[in-house]
């Protein structure tokens, strides 16, 4: 049950597009388009921002967007916001035995 | 509205156990999956434990294999998460959270679990 590997960290200023990896294997990210991304504030719980690699729930703005390629999936975040500063995690549905597993967060600067 | 409220977090001794609650509000409790997620200290999210709106699929991360117990209580509208021998490592805010086709789409606040003695 290892975890997705995220950049610990990436920054962009207002205006500018940033994009976040998640590298998994064959047996989450690679195998199930159940790849979710969620944004956590300092002392907030996380808040769903991206499903099923590419679907925004309700409320999300469109400026935030997912894709995936083999093993690694990716958030967009484009038009960056100074709000949009926070911690990104990426998510994988990984099978029936380990059902889900975390990247280890993404920690973004608005500048 | 949806609304997930936990509780039961607080200090404990290494070995020692503490049950958390979820309660559950705004949407039927029954037709859902249910999920514990933490988050030790200055760390990143960890999956802990998943049960299926019959309880009929239970699973767990390895690490609390065998110390933790899921359950819930559909006419209660409530999760719980009964933990065992607990270690200085389950020290986290442990969140409940919602399940769709594993994604969670709505959390609680968290409950912070210390384990020290």
């Known amino acids: 049950q290892s975890a997705l590997t995220q950049p610990r960290s990436v920054s962009g200023s207002p205006g500018q597009s940033v994009t976040i990896s998640c590298t998994g294997t064959s047996s989450d990210v690679g195998g199930y388009n159940y790849v979710s991304w969620y944004q956590q504030h300092p002392g907030k719980a996380p808040k769903l921002m991206l499903y099923d690699v590419t679907k925004r729930p309700s409320g999300v703005p469109d400026r935030f967007s997912g894709s995936k390629s083999g093993n690694t999936a990716s958030l967009t975040i484009s038009g960056l916001q100074v709000e949009d500063e926070a911690d990104y995690y990426c998510?994988?549905?990984?099978?029936?035995?380990?059902?889900?597993?975390f990247g280890g967060g993404t920690k973004l600067t608005v500048l | 509205e949806v609304q997930l409220v936990e509780s039961g977090g607080g200090l404990v001794k290494p070995g020692g156990s503490l049950r958390l609650s979820c309660a559950a509000s705004?949407?039927?409790?029954?037709?859902?999956?249910m999920n514990w997620v933490r988050q030790a200290p200055g760390k990143g999210l960890e999956w802990v434990s998943s049960i299926s709106s019959s309880n009929t699929y239970i699973y767990y991360v390895d690490s609390v294999k065998g110390r933790f117990t899921i359950s819930r209580d559909n006419a209660k509208n409530s999760l719980y998460l009964q933990m065992n021998s607990l270690r200085a490592e389950d020290t986290a805010v442990y969140y409940c959270?919602?399940?769709?086709?594993?994604?969670?789409?709505?959390w609680g606040q968290g409950t912070l679990v210390t384990v020290s003695s």
């Open positions: 998510c994988s549905y990984a099978g029936s035995y380990t059902f889900v597993v």
């Open positions: 959270a919602r399940d769709v086709s594993a994604h969670f789409d709505y």
């Open positions: 705004g949407f039927t409790f029954s037709s859902y999956s």
